[in-house]
């Protein structure tokens, strides 16, 4: 009785989707091993866009930002997320099941509170991301996402790791 209540279960699990190639993996290892054909899961992709600096009328240089120019990064913002989250569309289309649910979220502000945030707004079973692999050093500096995330937030989270390049997978040897 209790494995039917497992495979039964609706499960949300939330993918953070972005540019990079990482969150790509992440996204299809989660179509291939973590969505269930038995059950009725519910993939939601996040896009975080990042806030748009706030400038001044005037740059540090001088320069004026006309409401026009604003309007344009906007515009470039709002076309980046879209293009992320039909890629990321189409991906569950040709490799998910067909039965599972898609649905979209689209934030802005610091990945690493939106994701979080999101996480545990729409009580998510999973969050499933990616890693860029990044060194110490450079983690220290520019800080982890997914580090954040795995400790911040209160579902488990699942990191993809960027596959490795093997010579047998590439065909040299």
Known sequence: MAEDDVVSKDRKILVAVDE??????????CLKNVISHTSKDTLVL????PPRAVY?????TGYLFSS???ATMDKYSNDVA???????????????????????IIESGDPRDVIC??????NADVLVM????????????????SNHCA????????????PRCSSSASGTK
């Not at 039909?86 to 649905?103: H, I, S, T, Y």
């Open 68 to 70: 026009d120019i604003l």
């Open 151 to 162: 400790q911040n937030v209160k579902c488990p989270v699942l990191i993809v790791k960027k």
């Open 130 to 145: 990616g890693s860029h692999g990044y060194g110490l050093i450079k983690r220290a500096f520019l800080g982890s996402v």
């Open 117 to 122: 945030q999101v996480a545990d707004k729409i």
């Open 20 to 29: 990079g190639e990482e969150s790509t993996n992440a996204l299809s290892w």
């Open 82 to 104: 879209d293009c992320v989250i039909e890629k990321a569309k189409r991906m569950c289309r040709e490799q998910g099941d067909p039965e599972v649910k898609v649905e979209v």
């Open 56 to 60: 001044t009328s005037l740059d540090g």
């Open 46 to 49: 996040l896009y975080a866009k």
